[in-house]
């Protein structure tokens, strides 16, 4: 999962080599951090939010095939 929110984190901002991701993985629960360059944080997150939400829905689809629950948080 992290590998999917890294390749579509690094398609969205301008400086692709601050992108990084910290998945800290429960039992049926896998939390995914994303830290990009201050610059770039309105890019990932989007007017109102709909990137990230994007971003988070796309990964839960993904997540639902290992019948888990996967939280995106956008940290700085």
Known sequence: MGELVEYIAK????????VSIKEI?????????????EEDMGQVIGKKGRIAKAVRTLVKAAATKENKRVIVEIVQ
Do not use: Q, R, T
């Open 11 to 18: 398609a969205l901002v301008d400086n692709p080599d601050k």
């Open 25 to 37: 993985e429960g039992d049926k629960s896998i939390i995914i951090e994303l830290s990009v360059a």
